[in-house]
C-alpha cells in the first residue's frame, strides 16, 4: 500500500536539514510501529520516499512524503499514530492512499506555492516589482556541484504578486519551479529581485518564507499531491 | 530572552539546529513551577556532547524530580559565539533558552583536560563570574563532575564544588541538601558547609594547598572544622537497581554516537597500567541480562532509533555476552534494528554470532594493540598477544572486510627502539595476513590505518609517577614511524604531540595551573582539543607569562614520597597498589586479569560491587 502524506514543518523546526528531517521522520514512523517495507539486499532501507525539499529556515504547511507500507492500513490511523510521535512543530496534515505504479512524487512535483513576507520598511515596491517580472531574462548564479554557473530564473516565476502590506512588511506570494526538471530557491529570487530594485537590505534576515503548497499538473489541471488519491 | 534576536542569529550560523533544542524526548517544565533549575554543561559543541552516556542519565534523572528542572547546554561554536557576542546574548539553556546565569546550578562534565578553556569561556559568555570568590548570592552554584574531576586542581578557582564518582546517587543528594538551604536561606558559604558533608562532595577552597620550594606539594590540608580530610567517591552499588533512562533525546543532526546506548556494566577488571578509566571506574559491576532486554525494548520504542550500541569500558568481558546478543538480535532483528559493539574482542565471540550480526551492518573494525611488542605490551599489563591480534584480523577478513585500524601508543615507559620498529613490523604482518587471505584477490581495497598517539602519564594510573616523554622525543619517534609506515595501503595518523604534552600537564597539574587557563583563554584558547583551534604558541605564551614552566608537570618523574596534587581524593584503588603496579611494570610481570583472583588494589573498602 503506497501513502501520499502531507505535513507542515513550523517555525520552531525551520533550522533542521531536509536530511536531519528525513531522519527525523524515519524515526518516527519506527516510534509509531507503522508497518514500512523496507527494500531488499545487504543494508535494508525503509522505502519512504519526499518531495522537493524546504530549504533550511523556511517554514511550510505543505510538505509530502511518500510512504510504501508493508500492509493496510487506515490513511487516519496513519496520521494519529504519527502526530503522537512527532516533535513540536511537525504535523501530520492528512495521508491519502495513492496507486502504487505512479511516478516518484520528485518527478511528478513541478510547481510550488510561496508565501513571502519581506521587511520593506516604508517602501513602495509594486513598480520596481512590475519592472522586474518585466523583464525577459532574470539571470542569477547558482553555485553548485560543477561550481557555479549563471541561470536564467525568469521562465521559473510562474506568478509573482503583492497580496497585502502591513506594518513595515510587503506579503507576497509567487508559484515557482519546483521539482526534479527545474527548481527555483524563493530566497535567490527574492534576493535577486531586491538587488534588481536597489533595496539594501540585511543581507539574510530580509523574509519570511512559507511553503503552502506544491503542485502536479494532471489531465489538464493543476493538482496537490493529495489529488492523486485513489478512487 | 528575546527571541527575535536568537532568530536572526541563527539564520547566520552553520548548523544552528546545535542551538534549537526542541528534540523529541527532551524534557519541557514550567520553570515558574520548579525550586531548581539546573543546567548540564557540556564543554563541547552538541554533537559531542549529545553522544555522552552520562549526560543522558543525570538529565533524565533530575527531571524525574518535580522540584527540579534540568536543561541543556553546549559550547557554541565560535561563529555562533561571535553572533552572540555581538548581538548581546547571553549563553542559555536549549530547553527554555532561559539564561544560565539565572540557574540554580552550572554543573559541567570534564572528559577531557583540553576542555578547560571552554569552560571558562562558557562562564563568561554566560555572564557569570569565572572564580568561585567572585560570585555572590545571585549567581549559580558551579560544579563538575566526570573523570576529570578527580583531579580537578587546575580547575579548583572556577567549581564551587566538585562530585566525585557515579553521580546517580550523589546528585539527588546534593539536590536535597540545596533545597533545604534554598527554603531557609543563607550565605553561599551555608550552602557548600551542608554539600560538603555528603560523601563523594569536594569543595576545593575548603583545603589548603602548601608547596615546597622545589615546587612539589607539601600538603594539602581542610581549612576547616567538620570536612573530611580525605574525599573517597562514590559508587553505584548494584547497576540493576541504579536508575537507567527509559528514553533518551532524539536529536535532530547527525551526532557522533547517534543510537541507543546501552551500559552493560561500569569498571574494567584488565588493568592496563596506562588506562586511567580502567582504575577509576572500578568496581565492575553489570546489568543483568533481563533488566538489559528490558531497557533495550523500552529505548527502541521510545525513540525509534535504528541501532543500539551495548557500551562499557571492554563489552567483550560482559560475563554474559553471548546470551545477550543472542537475546538481543532474536528480539529486535526483525525490526531491523543493528548493533554496534565497541570494544569488541572479536576472538571472544562465537563466529556464526558474528556473521549474524554483520547482516544487519559491517562497521569498522578497530583494534588497539597498544604497543608494538611483547615485552612493551606486558609493561602495560595489555593482555594481548600478537597472536590474539592476528588471529582476530585474519576473521575480520575471513568474513569479508578490508579496512581495519590499529591503535598505538608511543612514549610508553621503557619504550626502546625495537618497541617502534615493533609498530611497523605489526602493520606488515596485518597485511601479509590479508593477503593470505584473499589469496591477492582483492589487495586494492585493503587500507589499515596505524594511529599513534603519545602516551600521557595520568593521575590515579601505575604510571602517574612517570615523566612524559618531549616532545622533540615524540617528535623523533614519529619521523621515526613515518618513514618505517611507508607501506602500500597503509595508512599512518597521529595525535599531535603538542597537545598530548598539554593534557600531560593539566592531567596531573596543581592549583596554581589556573592561572595558565585564565590567560590562554583571555589571549583566544578555545576549542583546544579541535585542532583547527590549536594555538600552541599561545599555550606557551600562557605559561611564560604566569612564570610557569609546564615542563615540571609533564617532563618529570616523581618519586614514591613526593605528595601528588590529588592525594586527599580516593578512588578506591590505594596508592600503594598502583606503585607495585608500576614496579611489576618495569620488570614486565603481568598481573592478570582481577575475576581470576584479587590483587588487592583497595576498592573493596567500598561499599558494593562485583568484588567481594
Known sequence: ?231 | MDKSVLDEILRQVTKPVRYMGNEYNMVEKDPSKVLIRFAFAFPDVYEVGMSHLGMKILYHLMNEREDTYCERVFAPWTDMEQKMREKGLPLFALESKDPIAEFDFVGFTLQYEMCYTNVINMLDLARIPLRWWEREKNHPFIIAGGPCAYNVEPMADFFDLVVMGDGEEVINELLDVYRQWKMQGGTRQDFLVAAARIPGVYVPHFYDVEYDDDGTVRSVKPNREGIPSVIQKRVVRDLDRAYYPETMIVPYMDIVHDRVMLEVFRGCTRGCRFCQAGIIYRPVRERSVPRLMDLAEKLINNTGYEELSLSSLSTSDYSDLENLVKQLMERFAPQKVSFSLPSLRIDSFSRELIEEMIKVRKAGLTFAPEAGTQRLRDVINKGVTEEDLLNSVRQAFELGWDTVKLYLMIGLPTETQEDLEGIADLARKVKSCYLDVTGGQRAHRLRITVSVASFVPKPFTPFQWVAQDTIERLNQKLDFLKDKLRIKSVEFDWHDPRLSFLEAVFARGDRRLGKVLIKAWEMGCKFDGWAEHFKYHIWLKAFEDAGIDPGFYANRARDREEVLPWSHIDVGVTPSFLWREYQKALRGELTPDCRERCWGCGITRLEGGLCQ
Not at chain 1, 520552531?12 to 508497518?35: E, N, Q, W
Not at chain 1, 522537493?52 to 496520521?79: H, I, K, N, W
Not at chain 1, 534576515?205 to 502536479?216: G, K, Q, S
Open chain 1, 1 to 231: 500500500m503506497r501513502m501520499v502524506v502531507k505535513y507542515a514543518k513550523q517555525d520552531r523546526v525551520k533550522y533542521i536539514s531536509h536530511l536531519d528531517l528525513m531522519r527525523t521522520l524515519h524515526r518516527a514512523l519506527r516510534r509509531a510501529g507503522i508497518p514500512v517495507a523496507f527494500s531488499q539486499g545487504y543494508n535494508p532501507q525503509p522505502k519512504v520516499a519526499f518531495a522537493p525539499p524546504l530549504p533550511v529556515g523556511m517554514t511550510s504547511q505543505g510538505e509530502y512524503m511518500d510512504v510504501m507500507l508493508a500492509s493496510e492500513m487506515r490513511p487516519q490511523e496513519f496520521c494519529q499514530g504519527m502526530n503522537s510521535v512527532l516533535p513540536q512543530g511537525i504535523a501530520i496534515l492528512k495521508a491519502v492512499a495513492i496507486d502504487e505504479s505512479l511516478p516518484s512524487l520528485m518527478s511528478m512535483i513541478e510547481r510550488a506555492l510561496y508565501c513571502i513576507s519581506l521587511k520593506a520598511p516604508g517602501l513602495c515596491i509594486e513598480g520596481a516589482l512590475k519592472d522586474f517580472l518585466a523583464q525577459p531574462d532574470i539571470t542569477i548564479t547558482k553555485s553548485g556541484k560543477k561550481g557555479e554557473r549563471l541561470v536564467n530564473i525568469r521562465p521559473m516565476i510562474h506568478r509573482l504578486d503583492i497580496v497585502g502590506q502591513e506594518e513595515g512588511k510587503v506579503i507576497m506570494e509567487a508559484m515557482l519551479s519546483a521539482g526534479s526538471k527545474e527548481s527555483l530557491n524563493p530566497e535567490q529570487m527574492i534576493r535577486s529581485f531586491l538587488e534588481f530594485a536597489g533595496i539594501e537590505g540585511d543581507s539574510c534576515c530580509f523574509a519570511d518564507i512559507h511553503r503552502l503548497d506544491m503542485f502536479l499538473y494532471r489531465g489538464n489541471a493543476w493538482i496537490t499531491p493529495l489529488e492523486l488519491e485513489r478512487g
